[in-house]
């Protein structure tokens, strides 16, 4: 029983990781930058606090055993493709801050949410051993990005003489409830569930819809996080993935299904950003030291999300 900072408790990944550790912990903390409109976990502490500010981040990481940074400014196709350097400055900003902030608070785990962005465009199953700095050229950007920071996180374990357990996590796409369903801002899961259910007639996909790419449901996403918070104790670099690759026209004719809207008309637009065409993960590392197995199929997590969308964002 440890005390925990969970960053970014507003947004996705942190709201459902926050759900998922509710009475695990003798302190739960967690920070929110601007909206105080979302839901609040019991038994979490939050704090409103600025990232980019130093002082803040150490307020946050007073009396602290664990971090788990979850916070970042994050998007869709769209905004990285038009307006990368969003990604760029204040990430960056806010990841340091943070890892300076835990290292001067005598914080004992630091673990970093990273991006599969940090892998270069091949055909195979990505390990953790394939980032060797070349990136997707869209995702040039935010792949450096994370990739900097990842390597500062493994100066805090390795390269210092008083050193602070960093662990990095590349996650597979995630989707499940509370993400971001806005259509400018979310990314292709969300994006796609508000047109279907919205019975957007046509319904207008960016691309070919032959992108190949790995999709995890966050309830699966959060299991392995947990594993790796409680289980792994020295620098390391884990894929947290599903390990199968789906297309998003699958994705779209499994929504498609799961709504009975089979009378809508798809329409590909070829013209509109997208991302990288192939991304594979091998998650052997993960089912090797964590026993990472995640147990929800595509079809199921469409199902639990798209419930979740009209339950609480469809008025």
């Known amino acids: 029983m440890q005390k925990i900072l969970v960053t970014g408790g507003s947004g996705f990944i ?19 930058f601007q909206n105080d409109n979302f839901l609040k976990v019991n038994g979490v502490d939050y704090i409103k606090a600025d990232l980019e500010n130093v002082s803040d981040c150490k307020e946050l990481c007073e009396d602290i055993d664990i971090v788990v940074m979850c916070a970042a400014n994050t998007s869709g196709a769209a905004i990285i493709e038009k307006t990368p350097l969003v990604h760029l400055t204040p990430n960056i900003r806010m990841n340091l801050n943070m890892l300076e902030a835990a290292y001067e608070c005598g914080v004992k785990k630091f673990v970093f949410i990273s991006s599969n962005t940090v892998y270069p465009h091949v055909d195979y199953a990505v390990k953790e051993g394939d980032s060797k700095y070349s990136f997707f050229e869209k995702y040039h950007v935010v792949g450096w990005m994370k990739k900097f920071t990842e390597e500062v996180c ?16 590349r996650p597979g796409n995630l989707y499940g409830p509370y993400d971001k369903f806005d259509i400018e801002k979310s990314k292709v899961i969300a994006s796609l569930i508000r047109k ?22 966050i309830d699966d996403f959060v299991e392995g996080l947990n594993k790796v918070v409680f289980d792994i104790n020295k620098f390391e670099v884990i894929n947290l993935a599903s390990g199968k690759g789906i297309t998003i026209k699958e994705i779209l004719n499994l929504i498609i299904k799961l709504e009975k ?27 090797e030291l964590l026993n990472f197995n995640p147990k929800t199929d595509m079809e199921d997590g ?3 999300t798209i419930k979740w969308f009209k339950e609480n964002i469809v008025k």
Request: net charge positive; glycine share 4%; charged share 30%.
């Open 14 to 32: 942190g709201t459902n990781y926050l759900k998922s550790i509710e009475g695990k912990f003798t302190k739960i903390r967690s920070n929110y």
């Open 154 to 169: 493994e100066i805090y374990s390795k390269k210092i003489k008083k050193k602070m357990t960093t662990i990095v996590v």
């Open 196 to 217: 279907v259910v919205e019975k957007q007639n046509p319904i207008n996909v960016w691309g070919d819809g032959k992108d190949f790419k790995d999709f995890l449901y």
């Open 261 to 287: 809207a089979e009378n809508l008309e798809v329409v590909y637009d070829k013209s509109k950003p997208t991302m990288i065409p192939k991304r594979l993960i091998n998650i052997s590392k993960a089912k």
């Open 302 to 304: 469409l199902h639990k």
